[in-house]
């Protein structure tokens, strides 16, 4: 079983804030996503990369920037936080399974005031 | 464009059985995902299909039909715990997963 982490889990804050949402994994994946859910709505992918130095936009413009300088460390950094951006956002990784599944974090539920 | 259709919403009676169909048009195909998601919390991998036919995990079974673009997962033995929202997600022609909205599934004793 995939072990990823992801801080904080809930975050509440105002307009115009940058913040970075942290997510982590134990497993040693070269392939991670972010993701963004809205309640009864479908997985969106924002950002995802094929291992360090290399990452990639999603479908789905949501003004944020990611990096990947590490195999385990996949954070996601919104400059300037708007209503718009409240969301649940998921971070994900696949590596060697028989599938090549999606390994899935507990998410963070941002709420931009 | 790419299109995954789902039921929205489905209701059963526990020790049941239910189906919960899902359609696609991708570009490209390279395996059909299902995952369960408890409100509130991350998805978790139920199964896959790559291969016409259907795939056998305990309670759960999906099948795959792809040239009728058609999946279903099959879930016997209803239990409480087994409310939740299920999601189809298809791998497309560049390895990427594009989800359906997903079907709450709720249960009644």
């Known amino acids: 079983e995939a072990d990823i982490y992801q801080t904080p889990r809930y975050l509440v804050i105002g307009t115009g804030k940058k913040i970075t949402l942290e997510c982590s994994q134990t497993?040693?994946?070269?392939?991670m996503y972010w993701y963004q859910q809205d309640p009864g709505m479908e997985l969106h992918l924002i950002h995802y990369s094929y291992g360090v130095n290399s990452t990639e936009k999603g479908d789905l413009s949501s003004e944020s920037t990611v990096s990947r300088i590490r195999t385990e460390h996949f954070p996601l950094t919104l400059e300037s936080a708007r209503p718009s951006h409240t969301s649940q956002y998921l971070c994900?990784?696949?590596?060697?399974?028989?599938?090549?599944?999606?390994?899935f974090g507990p998410g963070t539920r941002l709420t931009v005031l | 464009g790419q299109n995954i259709d789902q039921p929205t919403e489905m209701t059963a009676t526990e020790g049941a059985i239910v189906q919960i169909n899902c359609t696609y048009q991708t570009s490209g195909f390279n395996g059909l995902f299902w995952y369960q998601q408890h409100a509130g919390e991350a998805p978790t991998f139920l199964s896959y299909n790559v291969l016409d036919g259907l795939e056998e995990k305990g309670r759960f079974s999906s099948f795959l039909s792809r040239s009728k673009g058609y999946s279903y997962l099959l879930l016997k033995e209803l239990q409480m715990k087994d409310s939740a929202s299920y999601l189809c997600?298809?791998?497309?022609?560049?390895?990427?997963?594009?989800w359906g909205a997903g079907t709450k599934l709720i249960i009644k004793p």
């Open positions: 994900a990784s696949a590596g060697t399974g028989d599938y090549n599944e999606q390994f």
């Open positions: 997600a298809v791998m497309d022609s560049n390895y990427q997963l594009i």
């Open positions: 497993m040693g994946h070269d392939k």
